[in-house]
T-cell receptor, first 116, second 113 residues
Framework: GAVVSQHPSRVICKSGTSVKIECRSL??????MFWYRQFPKKSLMLMAT?????????EQGVEKDKFLINHASLTLSTLTVTSAHPEDSSFYIC????????????FGPGTRLTVL | AQKVTQAQTEISVVEKEDVTLDCVYE???????LFWYKQPPSGELVFLIR??????QNEISGRYSWNFQKSTSSFNFTITASQVVDSAVYFC??????????FGAGTTVTVRA
């Protein structure tokens, strides 16, 4: 159990377009999901915390209007990179929190975004 | 604020050697959880272990072992008799009362045949 999927796994887009990444918990309900960004050879940096039915909480320095997060159901959170630019190219990973105590997160396989 | 430090950026060993990855953490909370993850070249994070702050027992799982020492705020990870398949980036992470995971910078392990 505790499987998290992400779609797409890889996406290439042109500069100026928007890209939507989906994160789904397949066999459990997740009231909270998290979005991370990872640059090459770097660590994972938390971008935002996504709570079902409410607005996401963004970490300092993350542009809310650039990275739109929607958590419409207990099994789906989406990250939309709006008006993407080459500097947005990165590896985006989501995780889902299964239990209310929040001490365990289950990670998706990641989405590699390349903006040309 | 919490912080996880992995001082070793890269470690290269020959197959069958043991390798120990260091992890030092900082947190003001008395209740917290520590994790180790493996990230192979495919990118997907592989969960290895979770340890809560009240459980200082060391753990062994196959060729993997972990040494948790609260007195030094360390949670070190040892791979015994390393294999080429162990080549990956390993992350130590901490979660406390705000439910946010903080990752260390990661240690790249290269095991040569």
């Amino acid at each position: 159990g505790a499987v998290v999927s992400q779609h797409p796994s890889r996406v290439i887009c042109k500069s100026g377009t928007s890209v939507k990444i989906e994160c789904r918990s397949l066999d459990f309900q997740a009231t909270t999901m998290f979005w991370y960004r990872q640059f090459p050879k770097k660590s994972l940096m938390l971008m935002a915390t996504s709570n079902e039915g409410s607005k996401a909480t963004y970490e300092q320095g993350v542009e809310k209007d650039k990275f739109l997060i929607n958590h419409a159901s207990l099994t789906l959170s989406t990250l939309t990179v709006t008006s993407a630019h080459p500097e947005d190219s990165s590896f985006y990973i989501c995780s889902a929190q299964r239990d209310p105590t929040g001490n365990e997160q289950f990670f998706g396989p990641g989405t590699r975004l390349t903006v040309l | 604020a919490q912080k996880v430090t992995q001082a070793q950026t890269e470690i290269s060993v020959v197959e069958k050697e043991d390798v120990t990855l260091d992890c030092v953490y900082e947190t003001r909370d008395t209740t917290y959880y520590l994790f180790w993850y493996k990230q192979p070249p495919s990118g997907e994070l592989v969960f290895l272990i979770r340890r809560n702050s009240f459980d200082e027992q060391n753990e062994i799982s196959g060729r993997y072992s972990w040494n948790f020492q609260k007195s030094t705020s360390s949670f070190n990870f040892t791979i015994t008799a390393s294999q080429v398949v162990d080549s990956a980036v390993y992350f130590c992470a901490l979660i406390n009362n705000d439910y946010k995971l903080s990752f260390g910078a990661g240690t790249t392990v290269t095991v040569r045949a």
